[in-house]
Each structure stands twice: as structure tokens, then as C-alpha cells.
């Protein structure tokens, strides 16, 4: 590179109006010479005033000021020693060359947080105003440059201090940074601060506190919150910077809170509304569901859960290759939003010509009972072998239990009726109910039911004639000594049926040793044989009474206790023998010796005859029953 001579700033004093001048030499390198400029300043007015006042002493200054310790080691001098004489400043040649240097300001703008539409930039010169501007916008992206600035100051001949200020923007405060060389960056940062409130919500029992760590741009910062009962549950960061000061974008704000064993952590909301911290009890719950069929069972049924009366997306299906159970399983214990128990229930998918019945509990489970809603009615038909009452009623049993359905039939409805709307299978054992029906006792009549629920049943009844029995009384006497065999105390004898008294006492007087009670009911109304006694209600004095039965023939001894009499000698009465008949009968006579023989062998001769009597019936009896 040819050699070149540093530039050399001359300050003339010629007053305010003259610019430093620099003078070179007019080397190969290309450089450029200003002329104009020399002629624009000087012109006349220099070359009146070096003529005039400064001649020589011009010579001495240009000396002076160009010296070649000042230039660069190993330059020729930028200029010739000797100046131009004065009388040929008047001549046209080429004056001393200076060249003036000027720079560029870059200036770049930038937003922490929104900008406005556009800036104004205005330059400053050593504090004060050049009137230069420069407006940035997004259309510039948001740059621009002050061109062609006069680097030094023409009266000082130092560089020029420029800088740059810009309209005050409300809401933002604005830095400048940078310097001439590089170029100056103004920076406007939004001062909006935010408050972020923090809520806790807790999905089953609470905890003592929890503590709440906020995070800027996913990066934790020192800002923390305990959250108690004590201040229920809420609280909130306040005075937030909006905007990250370097990149300028909105902070994304976040809270973590302190891991809580046992349950499950979930933030909702933002910055602007507040966050919501929920946590959730990890509890879970299983509820069995179980299936039962009233009747035939179809191939499958849906079962869907509802969750506090809402229904969810939760479903089962039950078939028999599943023995019609299954179950909900890892259902959660609390609800998410109101933090209580979650009341879960299930519903079925509806099975026509079925009534759905849903018992149990979420502890023990469900049990759906599917109930065949098919009814069946059961036509009955009176008949009568005898004389007809004027009506009967009809009681309907389901199972061999009665129920509380009744028929009335009667001649206006001609002896006809119908239950109706039975249902057809058990609720319990969903088995088929097996329908029977019974009509209140008629006396007199005997009841034969015959049919089936499907064709009906038909009642007849059938006029009986009462069976009667007879029940004997035998009545013995056993005396003491000296007694009259025919004189007895009066005694009265009862009969009791079913140990009921029936009927009137009799009195057996003197010599009256029976009585027969003729015609008595053998059956109750139940078909039941009713039982039959017979006892001695005036027992005479000095004797005492006992009973003995074989049969219906009831025997009744009265004996005596009593002291005995004195004995009476017996006077036996004048012997005549009777005249002997042609044909001899023996006919052997019982003494009479005044003690108990007659009596013992009238008691044998009555109780021969009872018991002849009462085979007699009964063989009566059996010949009619047949």
C-alpha cells in the first residue's frame, strides 16, 4: 500500500465561522481532495486576513502545528515546509486540501412488553438539540440512522458528543445504551405488575397447611405461600413484573405446591383469574353388581353408573357366562369439585316386558332384580250336590299361603268368578307361583277342588249328613251292710263335649240305674271327632265316686265309706213247696243276702248290654259311610 500521511486537523482562528481544516499531501493512494470545501470557508475572508494580519505568522502556526514527531513513523510530512507565499494565494492554484469527517448513528428500538405504534427519536449535539428525528416502527423493525453527522466540532475541533432522546412513552420507562460507534438501543420496559391470587381446594379430609412455590417461565423463584385454615385456604402473589425484562414477552407464571402423601395435585386457572390448587384424596372405591331374574332370564343386560344422580361413561354388561355379576372398579371416593363423597348408583338399560328393582348399597353392592311382569288369571266355577247357600267366598292361595284376594259367588253371578292380574312368577325366588284357592267352611257340606291355574278350578260342594253318636251312662252302687238295695240317693250325671259341658245334667232317681244320650255330633266343622265324658256332679254323703269308660259307655261307681249299721237277724219266711210241674225248667234264683251281689250283677248284666249296643252303631255307622 502507498504510503499515506495521517490527517492533521489545523484550526486557522479565523474566527467562529472557520471549520478545521486538514491538510495532506497528494499522494497515489487514491484519496480524495475536497476543494470545495476550503472554498466554501475561506473564500475571500481568509485570504484578506492571512494577507492582512497573520502574513508570517501564518508560516509559524503551520510549522508549529505540523511537526513530524506527530505523524506516524516512517510518513513523509503531510505538508511542505514553506508555505505558499501570500502573493500567490492571490493566484489560482490549487489551495491546501482538508477533508471534514462525518459518521453514521445507527439507532434500534426495543419493547419490553407491547410497543405503541411508533417512536420519535431525536438527535442531540453536546446536550442539545440538532433538530435531527428519526421516527421507528414496526414497518423499519424498529431501526433507523442518523446519517452524515460532522464527527468533530468545527469551533472545538473535539468530537462531537451526540446522543439520542425519545418522546416519554406513559406506562413505560426507557434506558438508552450504546455510544456513537456502535450505535444507541433504546429500551422501553412496562412497568404493569400483576397479583396472582392462589385458592385451595381440597377433594377429601384437609390437611394443616400446604405450601405454595411460584414459578416464572417454568424456573422457581424465592416466592412462596403457606395456605391453612387459617387464612381459609387463599392468598395471592402480588406486585408480579408482566413482562421478562429481556426478552420483553409476558412471564408465564405457574404454582407447584409441596408433594402431599396420599393425595393428587391439579392447578387450574391463569395470571389473570387466579389459580385454583385441588387436591384429591387418591381413595378409591369397587362396587360389585349383581344380577337376579323373576322369571326367565334374558341373554344380557347394560348396566350404567351414575355418579351423584349423573350418569357416567362407566358401563357393565351381565350375562350368564359371567353368572350375571361383575364390577365397577378404581372409582374415585370424593368429588372433584365439592369435595364430599360421591353418592354412586347404577340403572340398568331397560328390558321390555321386565319391572327393574335396584337394592344394596355402594359398601355392599348392588343387586338388580329383573322381575317378568306376566300375569295370569285363574277362572273359578262353583257347583252344588245339595241345596245351594245363598253365596260363598273364595280365598285365593299363592304357595300355600293365603293371600288377600277373595272371590264372592252367588247366584247373580252365576256361581262364577275370576282373579285376575297374578302375577306369574315369585318376586323372590322368581320361580313360577303355583296358585291354589280354598273357600270358607261350609257346615254341613263337605269342599272338592279340582282344575289348574291354567284351566281354571272348579268347587263342588256336596251336602254331608251329620254323623251322631249315642254315649251311655252306667250307674253302680256299692253299699255297706244293712243297706236297702232299693233305696238309693238321687246323684246327677253331665256331659261334656271336648271338656265343655253339653247339654243338661241328668238325675238318675232311686232304681234308676242308666241313662243314653242319643244322637250327639261324631265331627266338628273341621271333620275333627269330638270327644265325649261323663261325670257325677252330686256325689251323696258317705260315698265316693269314680269313673270308668269303655267306649262311649261310661261307667260311674258309687261306693260307700260310711260306718256300718247294726245287723238285723235275718227271718227267713215259711218254706212251701211248690207242686212239681210235668216238664222240670231250673231256673236258678240269686240269694238275696242283703250286700252288694244284686248290685254287681245288675252292673254285669248293664254293662253286656252297653257294649252290644255300641257294636251295633258302630256297625251302622260304617254301613253308611260306605
Known sequence: MPDQVEKQEVDLDGGPSNPPVVFSDQTNNGQEY???????????????????????????DIKEDIKSDDLPVNQPPPISPDPPELGDLDKEEPLPQCIVQKVDISVTKVWIGPGTSSVTVALYAGGEPTGKILELCAANCWRGRFCGLIKYDPLTGRAVDYTVVENKITGY????????????????????????????????????????????????????????????WKDSFTDLRKYHA??????????????????????????????????????????????????????????TLYADSVATNKKL???????????????????????????????????????SLVTGSMASGFTLTNTCDETVEIPVNKVWIGPAKDSVS???????????????????????????????????????????????????????????????????????????????????????????????????????QNDKIYGQAVVLKNRTYSYVWKGLPEFDEKDKPYSYRVEEINVPKDYTMSVSSVGNIYTITNKWTGSYAPHKPFTPKP???????????????????????????????????????????RKKKRVKRN
Request: include cysteine; hydrophobic fraction near 35%; glycine fraction near 6%.
Open 575 to 617: 218254706y212251701t213247696p211248690r207242686p212239681t210241674p210235668s216238664r222240670v225248667s231250673y231256673r236258678p234264683s240269686l240269694p238275696r243276702t242283703g250286700s252288694d251281689a244284686s248290685a254287681l250283677y245288675l252292673g254285669f248284666i248293664a254293662l253286656a248290654a252297653g257294649v252290644r249296643l255300641l257294636t251295633s252303631d
Open 34 to 60: 475536497i476543494k470545495e470545501y476550503i472554498k466554501e470557508y475561506i473564500k475571500e475572508d481568509i485570504k484578506e486576513y492571512i494577507k492582512e494580519d497573520i502574513k508570517e505568522d501564518i508560516k509559524e
Open 246 to 303: 429481556v426478552t420483553g414477552k409476558p412471564i408465564v407464571y405457574t404454582l407447584v405446591e409441596t408433594e402431599i402423601k396420599g393425595y393428587s395435585s391439579k392447578l387450574t386457572g391463569s395470571v389473570d383469574c387466579g389459580f385454583t390448587l385441588t387436591n384429591t384424596k387418591d381413595d378409591t372405591i369397587d362396587i360389585p353388581v349383581t344380577k337376579v331374574w323373576i322369571g326367565p332370564a334374558k341373554d344380557s343386560v347394560n348396566v
Open 394 to 496: 273364595v280365598i285365593l292361595y299363592a304357595d300355600g299361603l293365603a293371600t288377600s284376594k277373595t272371590l264372592e259367588l252367588s247366584a247373580e253371578n252365576c256361581w262364577k268368578g275370576k282373579f285376575i292380574g297374578l302375577r306369574k312368577y315369585d318376586i323372590l325366588t322368581g320361580r313360577p307361583i303355583i296358585y291354589s284357592i280354598v273357600e270358607k267352611k261350609i257346615p254341613e257340606y263337605t269342599s272338592v277342588v279340582i282344575g289348574s291355574v291354567a284351566c281354571g278350578f272348579t268347587l263342588t260342594n256336596t251336602f254331608k249328613i251329620p254323623l251322631t253318636t249315642n254315649v251311655k251312662a252306667i250307674k253302680v252302687w256299692i253299699t255297706g251292710p244293712g243297706e236297702d238295695p232299693f233305696k238309693r240317693p238321687e246323684v246327677s250325671l253331665q256331659l261334656y
Open 173 to 232: 420507562s426507557s434506558k438508552v445504551t450504546g455510544n456513537i460507534d456502535c450505535g444507541f438501543t433504546l429500551t422501553n420496559t412496562n412497568n404493569d405488575t400483576v397479583d396472582i391470587p392462589v385458592n385451595k381446594v381440597w377433594i377429601g379430609p384437609e390437611m394443616d397447611l400446604v405450601t405454595i412455590t411460584l414459578y416464572a417461565d417454568s424456573v422457581a423463584t424465592n416466592k412462596t405461600l403457606e395456605l391453612s385454615s387459617a387464612n381459609c
Open 317 to 355: 354388561e351381565l350375562t350368564a357366562a359371567k353368572c350375571w355379576k361383575d364390577s365397577f372398579t378404581g372409582l374415585k371416593k370424593y368429588d372433584a369439585v365439592t369435595g364430599n363423597l360421591i353418592s354412586y348408583t347404577v340403572l340398568e338399560t331397560e328390558t321390555q316386558g321386565y319391572s
